[in-house]
């Protein structure tokens, strides 16, 4: 068997990080689902390329909240399209597996998503350990906004897509017109941020905690488009002096002490694991 000797280095320094560390955060873009069969946004095949495929214009004029008073139908039916298929998909092993990191070596955590799919609720995070940075479409707000109130939705998934077929959108409660996903789209100025602040708080909070201590990041499946987290995983390494591992398939570098690793989320954290495996039970 040949051994690669630059993995594995990079594999004993991430158990050593890990051992050393008392928390981890998760920075995840996109590509952590793309395992569990969920699509990149950029890149080839990213969802973004078949909305503008499909709609026949740019992404910023189709995930825009104007989309629900121009074109209610086709908004609503991209994003009822999305929560069927987020609702359908169940996390890949890689989420488990930092979980088990997470208690195997005892830490404080903080998952920070630009993802709106629920899938590390769906795995077993604490939802009070997550902050979705882009918001969720399993939430929903009124599209005007007539208030501040902000609902988890109870959208029938078998029936909503002929619902809107048939012009029947769902409601905001308060008002009775459209609502739409607490989502934070494109030149968004109608997004309802209470729960976006609330996570916010709680994640000041961790940062109080446990920013005098040794932290981990691990970075995964964020592309440098999504400047959301890559800002965030580069202030925790900046300010809070955290070790990074950043993996990612297309854009993995990073300068030392941290760590870059060019492979899948699902890949890397397997092979991560079982090296950690490995080392444990030689302890
Ligand atoms: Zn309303």
Known sequence: MQVDEKKLANFRRIFDYLSTSKSMVITAGAGIGVNSGLADYRGNGGQWGTVEAEAGKSVFDVVNPKIFSENPQYGWKLFASRLIEYSKTNPHLGFQI??????????DFFVLTSNI??????????????????????????????????????????????DIEQGNYPICPKCGKISRPNVYMFRDNTYLSEMSNEQEFRFQEFLKNNGDSPMIVFEIGSGPHVQSIRKK????????????????????????????????????????????MQEMSLK
């Open 98 to 107: 930092l979980q088990n990191w997470i208690q195997l070596f005892n830490l």
């Open 233 to 276: 995983t580069r202030m925790l390494g900046i300010e809070y002096k955290a070790k990074i591992v950043r993996i990612n398939t297309q854009d993995s570098k990073i300068r030392e002490p941290h760590i870059g690793i060019a492979q899948g989320a699902l890949e890397s954290l397997i092979e991560i694991n079982e090296y950690i």
């Open 117 to 162: 799919d629920n899938q590390f609720q769906k795995a077993g995070f604490n939802e009070d350990k997550i902050r979705e940075l882009h918001g969720s479409v399993f939430y929903l707000q009124c599209s005007t906004p007539c208030t501040n109130s902000i609902w988890k939705h109870d959208i029938q998934l078998d029936t909503i897509l002929l």
